[in-house]
């Protein structure tokens, strides 16, 4: 899927929930100095961060098929190996990284399968692939849930994001064994983004950022005031903080493939 909207947009959409996901999932694949790493599907770069933070930017490779993200990727730092492409055709040669990670990308690619053999192929033989997606199947990431919600009061039986690769508890982990690595564990994390009213929450879906935002702004006008209306009766008048729950797996590269 193609992710069009300027980088601040997309932060103030998905990018507010990094600042927990990534050290979660970071911790998850055991990312520490010293180690070479690959953020695949990097987006403007909220995990990169996390990794350039634990093994310096030289370590850091990322990689995303928009290019106005790969740009703000690359503010981070300019040691980071960024690039323009898709995780199915990885650009760097069979086992140059320690661990290589996606976070909320595998429900995006045009083919996972091949996304999930080329993250393997481009990590050494007992290095980690690890990847994450919203728990969207059964409605642990609060943001998208309540306004899925509210679009089915207007749309009943919409499946919204429900039927995205990874998004039920044990769909990355099966995907991980089937191509073939090994030791795979996987589970929750746990996120968090604060709201400072009901605008900071609904304005960033109009920007037509992912799956949500882009159902939104297609639907009629009077369609959308409903939506919204469903949302703000579903949350609190002042401030507020949702929870987020994402599905991850980690598994091990085999010594011969
Ligand atoms: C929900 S965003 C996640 C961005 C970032 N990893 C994060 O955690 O915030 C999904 C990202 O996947 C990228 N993407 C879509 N299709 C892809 C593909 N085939 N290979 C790699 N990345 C892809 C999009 O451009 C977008 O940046």
Redesign the pocket.
Known sequence: ???AAPADRYNRF??RY?PT?APALADAAGVTAGQRVC?????PG??TRELVSRVGAAKVAA????PQ?AAACQEIAPEIDVRVG???NLPWPDGTFDVTLA???LG???DPEQ?VREMARVTRPGGTVAACMWDTAAGGMAMLRIFWTAVRTVEPGTPGETRLAGTTESDIAERFRHAGLNDVVGGALSARADYTDFSDFWEPFTFGV?PAGRHLVSMPERQRGAVRDACRAALPSGPFSLDARAWYACGTVPATR
């Open positions: 899927m193609q992710f998905m990018g990094a996901l953020d695949v599907g990097c987006g909220g995990l990689i995303d098929p928009a993200f898709v995780a199915e976070s909320l990308v995006f690619m045009n996304g992912g």
